[in-house]
């Protein structure tokens, strides 16, 4: 991003504090500081053993009637989550200091933790740190992005650039998460930032949407986080009318670029999941609704013997069958249809008589796998990105405290 951007209204700084384990000193944590209060919106996690940051992100959001944000601090390597009201204190001391340190109010401050469940995260250490650190000259998106990773192997970062009446819009994504990858809103951080003059409630409304489509149809291993949270914040300083309505025409473009960066940085956690050799992509088709087709979709993302056969480059398709009963979801038997890339594998109610298991083996053996199913009772579908499950998943999590 250029010297003359317009997201130059906040400020980003990183450090190592220590919270994480790290034999280089990695930076572990992240502070965005806004120059004025920017509007924001959020998603959480639906988990009841939710972190104590998404616990007081959500009463920070429903404080005022228009929400506003002056910082964000992120933590990597500890959670913060299933420590009692202790955990509760620890984040309302930070929150605390910053709000002193920066002359706003409480609820401006909001926070994220992810890393290791049921530790105590030391609040000392996070404002020592907070203390002795200064912001970069330009916002650092990359340094952003590697100072909230746990298992990632790599940064997640997106950017978009479009136009609201005549007003140059930027928009930039960073994200975390390769395990415990399985939103529902991903263990999963995201938090977007932009320059468009848009209120807190119409940003609510387009992340809702957006998120469904992203981050909600997205899962590794089937477990969902106690940390899930995604903020989306502007700093509202685009040259351009506000706009309070989001089925507004001028938001348009801009809601496409949303979606599409988020659905980016939503791939690019899956493309990370721990452990994996491929990407799936898993289209279900002719169900009774949208919610049927994405229930059917996630049963076969997570069955563990059908991303094992794809690991294995296994044209083992009776899974995928099996994963499509288990669902609950209405489908005609007789009707089913399962492609494994181009090749047809069943029809009426059995295989396809010109079904070739070389040929669905030959696409298996791509890093890129295609799965698309026809239930037969319906018009409604639903697309659910995964990846596979290889021993790599075992020896990362067998080892996720050392």
Not at 62 to 87: H, L, Q
Not at 232 to 246: V, W, Y
Request: proline residues 2%.
């Amino acid at each position: 991003m250029d010297e003359n951007s317009s997201l130059q209204n906040l400020k980003i700084s990183t450090c190592f504090s220590g919270i994480k384990k790290s034999p280089n000193n990695e930076h572990d944590l992240l502070l965005v500081e806004f120059d004025k209060p920017a509007s924001i919106a959020g998603l959480f996690t639906k988990s009841l053993t939710s972190s104590a940051s998404v616990n007081q992100c959500k009463d920070c959001l429903k404080s005022e009637e228009e929400p506003t944000v002056k910082a964000i601090v992120v933590n990597s390597g500890n959670a913060n989550a299933f420590t009692g009201k202790k955990g509760e204190e620890t984040v309302l001391k930070i929150r605390k200091y910053l709000a002193s340190k920066l002359k706003c109010k409480l609820d401006q401050i909001y926070t994220a933790s992810t890393g290791v469940i049921g530790e105590q995260l030391d609040s000392n250490k996070v404002i020592k740190s907070l203390k002795q650190t200064s912001p970069y000259k330009l916002p650092n998106w990359l340094e952003a992005a590697k100072a909230i990773k746990t298992t990632d192997t790599f940064p997640k970062i997106v950017k978009r650039a479009c136009k609201i009446e005549n007003a140059n819009i930027e928009i930039v994504g960073i994200a975390k998460g390769s395990g415990m990858i399985a939103p529902n809103m991903a263990t999963m951080l995201g938090f977007i930032f932009t320059n468009a003059n848009l209120p807190s409630n119409t940003l609510q409304k387009i992340l809702e949407i957006e998120n469904e489509r992203s981050f909600n149809s997205i899962t590794v291993d089937s477990d969902t986080s106690t940390s899930d949270t995604v903020l989306l914040s502007s700093t509202k300083s685009a040259n351009h009318n506000p706009i309070n309505d989001h089925d507004d025409q001028r938001l348009i473009e801009f809601k496409k670029n949303i979606s599409d960066l988020m659905l980016e940085l939503a791939k690019l956690i899956v493309l990370d999941g721990e452990g994996a050799s491929k990407f799936i992509t898993i289209n279900v088709e002719g169900a009774s609704s949208k919610k049927s087709a994405k229930k059917i979709a996630f049963s076969i993302a997570n069955s563990p013997l059908v991303k094992t056969a794809i690991a294995g480059e296994d044209a083992n398709w009776g899974r995928i069958i099996m994963a499509i009963g288990k669902s609950g979801e209405k489908a005609n038997r007789d009707e089913i249809k399962i492609y494994i890339g181009k090749e047809l594998v069943t029809s009426k109610g059995m295989v396809d008589k010109n079904y070739s298991e070389k040929r669905a083996t030959d696409h298996l053996k791509q890093k890129e796998i295609i799965l698309t199913i026809n239930v037969g009772v319906g018009k409604s579908k639903a697309t659910v990105y995964t990846c596979d499950l290889t021993h790599k998943y075992i020896e990362i999590n067998a080892d996720y405290r050392s």
